[in-house]
């Protein structure tokens, strides 16, 4: 059978734009991870509620060489909040939990501020940050705020009332994260993969020895004085033995609540689309869109932040997004997307070089507007 060659043109020409346009994408990613000298850089663009690029260029590995991929696990720090204040919602949905709720009541010891302790905190305070408590004692021992097991236990919380200020606080969400362990009677990761990560069919989670291990992508901070990277393998310590001597409500932090999920960057894209159309994914809801929505509400209206969530016109000047970011063990992460016209952007790099613009880090804002002007306009 002959084939006209005109008829067959416009095929080829779709198909050679699609490879080479693909191919130029990729050119670019990787002279943006140059630019930052990062280790290695994953993103993936989701575009009318669907994933439509993936890639990673660099290395998982610096050791051994390994190519990073769109499908290696990355402790992805503070984008972690957002998954208990997803549990949290659901809680609230059932009637388990109130957003006005004492939190001292939740947690099982005082949560007063010492110069107002008439004034309730709230678990929405404690959400959204605004709950005037600060991570000046540490987060990892929730020892440290608790009056009858820390003297200086008052160092934990800042001047002001609260309610009326924000102020970014990792000791919120470990325990946010101790909450949810006293209501459901269920050990914090294992509730997680449960009744987030099961329904998205996703795979990931806060427990190091449930996971792949040889799927982590190994995380780098910069060393300005070598000018080299040097490995954090901090990041994925299993913590084991803590484990077997764990106290439910009390050992959370363990597992780190505030920053501790590993996740890939194509199964977080999943997630994002989930909280881009307001908690529905695939026919099934894992929110009702009024908790969706609430948590994309700014409580302090100056910072612009919800319920793990927060709004943002820094990253592409003029366009307003939503999500939220993360930064550990030199890792950066970003999860970005606009729930109106149904895109959004994953960006994880597992190291480069640290520089900042509107507060975000500089590789981030680069990639963002390069993906959108390339991939969404």
Known sequence: MRVCFKMLLPVLTL??????????????????????KAVGLAVVVVKEGK??????????????????????????????????ATAVM?????????LDDDFGDLIG?????PKYPETVITLRMVLSHTSSINDSNGYFDLDVINPTKNENWSKSYNDYKPGTGYAYC??????????????????????????????LQIRGG??????????????????????????QPGAY?????????????????IFSPTGGMKI????????????????????????????????????????????????????????????????????????FFNPASRYGFIVVTNGCIPTYQNDFPALTIRTINFLYRNLIQ
């Open 15 to 36: 198909l050679h734009q699609s490879i080479f346009g693909q191919l130029n994408v990729e050119d670019s990613l990787m002279s943006i991870a140059n630019e930052f």
């Open 51 to 84: 994933p439509i690029y993936h890639k990673a260029v660099g290395m998982k590995d610096i050791q051994t060489r390994t190519p990073l991929t769109t499908k290696n696990l990355f402790r992805i720090a503070s984008i972690s909040k957002s998954f208990s």
């Open 109 to 113: 010891f005082p949560i007063r501020h």
């Open 170 to 199: 990792n000791l919120n969400y470990n325990m946010v994260g101790a909450v949810l362990e006293r209501v459901t009677g269920e050990r914090f990761d294992r509730y997680i993969t449960q009744k987030v990560l099961n329904p």
């Open 90 to 98: 659901q809680l609230v949905e059932q009637g388990k939990l109130s």
């Open 264 to 335: 890939s960057p194509e199964d977080l894209a999943t997630y994002m689309i989930m909280h881009m159309q307001f908690g529905s994914y695939q026919r099934q809801n894992l929110l009702h869109e009024t908790s969706a929505k609430l948590m994309q509400t700014a409580v302090h209206d100056q910072e612009r932040y919800g319920l793990a969530l927060l709004k943002t016109n820094q990253l592409i000047p003029g366009v307003e997004l939503t999500g939220h970011t993360g930064s550990a063990y030199g890792l950066y992460s970003a999860m």
């Open 237 to 253: 310590n299993p913590r084991s033995a803590e484990i077997r001597s764990y106290r439910l409500g009390h050992s959370t932090p």
């Open 206 to 231: 806060y427990c190091v020895d449930s996971l792949d291990k040889e799927a982590f992508a190994t995380l780098y901070t910069y060393d300005t004085v070598s000018q080299g990277f040097i490995a």
